[in-house]
């Protein structure tokens, strides 16, 4: 009778401890799907994160892209606007030219260029040569800059507006030194300006003087014809 009783006991525990069974497994349920949830929050979370990074890291280049558009247009509208000023003045004749200096003082009178003007007073002497060759470089330096920073023809014209630009005040800097020579060379024959001049074969050089004059002239104007100042800006505005 005891080992029946027993044994009837044992039944009646069984649902219960099944019961506590079926809990324990339905807490581990619970346990596993709040960890994957947790570990599905992570990954959104650091998607987020990525994605917020990215914007901001696109964000930065926008503001430095733009920061180099304008500081690189400002040096070349400045160059523009002195050309525009000064093209009805800079003027090569059938006879040499005497004031390369008065034309390279105009085509440099801006704050970043005006210290070049003083390699012509003593060319290929002191300081001044070297401010010069500096500054033709840096010109060069600022028509591939444009080119890569801004888009379509306007960009192009200014570029190569640029690069006629540094061209033109080299010329004009050889030219002055040549012209020294032409005085020597008067002063030692005894001779006028049309003898001095052939000694020192001045003709091609003046005409290279022209050429290059030609040149930033037709690149002033093509970038004008495409309406390149309003493009420009443009292009640096859609980059505020």
């Given amino acids: 009778m005891r080992v029946v009783q027993e044994y009837g006991d044992a039944q009646k525990s069984l649902p219960v401890f099944l019961e506590v069974s079926n809990m324990i497994i339905d807490w581990e349920f619970i346990v596993s799907t709040i960890s994957a949830i947790g570990a599905a929050a992570a990954a959104i979370f650091a998607a987020v994160a990525v994605y917020q990074s990215r914007k901001q890291l696109e964000a930065n280049n926008k503001q430095s892209l733009f920061g180099m558009r304008v500081e690189r247009w400002v040096k070349a509208s400045s160059l523009l606007e002195l050309f525009d000023a000064n093209k009805s003045v800079i003027k090569v004749g059938n006879k040499p030219v005497f004031t390369p200096d008065m034309y390279f003082a105009c085509l440099t009178n801006n704050s970043w260029l005006e210290e070049a003007a003083a390699a012509l007073k003593n060319p290929l002497e002191g300081a001044g040569h070297k401010v010069l060759l500096t500054k033709i470089e840096n010109l060069k330096c600022l028509s591939m800059e444009v080119g890569y920073l801004f888009e379509g023809e306007a960009a192009i014209a ?16 050889r030219y002055q ?26 003709p091609s050089h003046r005409a290279e003087l022209s050429s290059t004059i030609e040149d930033a002239a037709r690149a002033y104007d093509t970038f004008v014809a495409a309406g390149g100042k309003k493009v420009i800006e443009a292009q640096i505005k859609l980059h505020q």
Avoid: P
């Avoid at 020597?184 to 020192?200: F, P, Q, T, Y």
């Fill in 158 to 173: 200014l570029s190569s507006f640029v690069s006629s630009y540094a061209e033109l005040l080299h010329t004009l800097y």
């Fill in 177 to 202: 030194i040549l012209l020294g020579h032409m005085r020597e060379a008067g002063d030692r024959l005894g001779a006028g300006w049309k003898e001095a001049s052939a000694s020192v074969g001045e």
